[in-house]
Nanobody, 127 residues
Framework: QVKVVESGGGSVQDGGSLRLSCEVS?????????MGWFRQVPGKEREGFAYIDNDGTTKYADSVKGRFTISQDNAKNNLSLQMNSLKPDAPAMYSC????????????????????WGQGTQVTVSS
């Protein structure tokens, strides 16, 4: 049973930093995967903004490029997200998700392909 668990949320002020972590357990390891970070403000759609695949290739939304960094450990089952220069916004739930695709699959795939999600961690950036 694959399990995804996030940690590290909290409250910071405008311009502050936070580091989120995501641990994936229960899979056999190896092979292709794509992991991503998503945020959702109540009443709005979930949006993905940072992704990394098994080769370490990363992709970012324009809104976070240069401020956020996604990385994985050597075991590839722990994902980190360093968020710098955070901007004031409504409180949002940040979630980590995992897509165990096949080699050659896109990263990111369509949102619905991410079959394993964590419970999320709340992030609030105040002015």
């Amino acid at each position: 049973q694959v399990k995804v668990v996030e940690s590290g949320g909290g409250s910071v002020q405008d311009g502050g930093s936070l580091r989120l972590s995501c641990e994936v357990s229960g899979y056999g390891g190896g092979g292709f995967f794509c992991m991503g970070w998503f945020r959702q403000v109540p009443g709005k759609e979930r949006e993905g903004f940072a992704y990394i695949d098994n080769d370490g290739t990363t992709k970012y939304a324009d809104s976070v490029k240069g401020r956020f960094t996604i990385s994985q450990d050597n075991a590839k089952n722990n994902l980190s997200l360093q968020m710098n220069s955070l901007k004031p916004d409504a409180p949002a739930m940040y979630s980590c998700a995992w897509f165990p695709g096949r080699f050659g699959s896109p990263c990111p795939p369509p949102l619905t392909y991410f079959g394993y999600w964590g419970q999320g961690t709340q992030v609030t950036v105040s002015s």
